[in-house]
């Protein structure tokens, strides 16, 4: 099933009726505007208003149901994240074969998880530009366990360097436009990416290759690594669509939001990115319980031929 995505940007008020989310918003004629939307629907709801009232309640049922939840600060820029802690009934046992994986294992899932990675990032270069991927095609196939020589890096180098059309842009979290884009993308993907790995039983916080005391989300930014091309496809469709377009405005937002349900090839069927992560994460359980080997990564339709 296809959960939605709920964006919330204006005062409203958020409750639980009947098993199902009660929004209540100001109407311009002063009377609030009531609507409701079964909880079991939700896959992430957004929160972009200091004015937003909440009631506990709604937080019981969204994470009952794995919900994941997203806090936005006065920039509105996505600044928290709230999961389930108790999202699978065998989790106990899925953490400590997680903790338990060896060093080699975690080298050839990071080895798979780049090589797909940039056979994406080519698929989106050859979508967009004419420029040639003959090297980045090579560098996939030329990764090693662990990638201990960086293939990750000259890649994305290459794909930054052409990838926009815009003048010295550099791919930095704070930098220029598109940068905006990108980091509310990525922020949309990564709350997918967790809200999955915690819905199979594993730990976000302990990575395959991300190592990061202060990063509560490492294995998250793992596994999306693969799906940030498909983000990267999606705001070059919504620059292209919105040419005058630099900040990210309600329109640009909800454009934004699109991204859970983005169309991809996984398993050799078309699914929506929320549905891909799932299949992902489950297996990536599997190679941690010794029962499977590769990693289900998606991919393009027009790179098949391409996977490794």
């Known amino acids: 099933m296809i959960k939605r995505t709920l964006y919330f940007g204006n005062p409203s008020k958020l409750s639980v009726e009947f ?40 937080f019981e049922k969204l994470l009952d149901n794995n919900a994941a939840i997203i806090t936005c600060n006065a920039k509105h820029n996505p600044t928290g994240l709230l999961l389930n802690l108790d999202g699978n009934s065998v989790q106990t046992e899925r953490f400590s074969s997680q903790i338990k994986a060896t060093a080699p294992l975690k080298k ?35 990764v090693k366990s662990g990638d201990t020589l960086n293939h990750e890096a000259r890649a994305a180098a290459y794909y930054w360097k052409i990838l926009f059309e815009v003048t010295d842009f550099k791919r930095d979290r704070y930098g220029l436009f ?73 329109t640009i937002k909800a454009e934004l939001l ?8 996984i398993s050799n069927q078309q699914s929506p990115l929320m549905v891909g992560v799932s299949q992902t994460t489950a297996s ?15 991919y393009f339709s027009n790179n098949r031929c391409l996977i490794i």
């Open 19 to 58: 098993s199902q989310l009660k929004i209540s918003l100001k109407s311009r004629e002063g009377k609030p505007k009531i609507s409701m939307v079964p909880i079991e629907d939700i896959g992430v709801l957004v929160l972009d208003n200091s004015q937003i009232t909440i009631t506990h309640g709604v």
């Open 108 to 142: 050839q899932l990071w080895k798979q998880t780049i090589q797909q990675k940039i056979i994406n990032q080519a698929s989106v270069i050859n979508q967009y530009t004419d420029k040639n991927t003959d090297n980045m095609l090579y560098w996939a196939r030329s």
């Open 178 to 250: 598109p940068n905006n884009y990108l980091n509310y993308g990525y922020a949309i993907l990564r709350a997918v990416v967790s809200r999955a790995l915690v819905s199979s039983g594993l730990l976000p916080s302990i990575g395959i290759h991300h190592r990061n005391r202060y990063n509560s989300f490492c294995l998250s930014d793992d596994i999306m690594e693969p799906y940030r091309p498909f983000v990267d496809k999606h705001i070059l469709d919504i620059m292209e669509k919105h040419p005058r377009e630099e900040e990210i405005t309600p």
């Open 258 to 265: 699109k991204i859970p349900v983005l169309d991809m090839i």
């Open 284 to 298: 990536l359980n599997k190679c941690f319980e010794g029962t499977q080997r590769k990693l289900v990564y998606p």
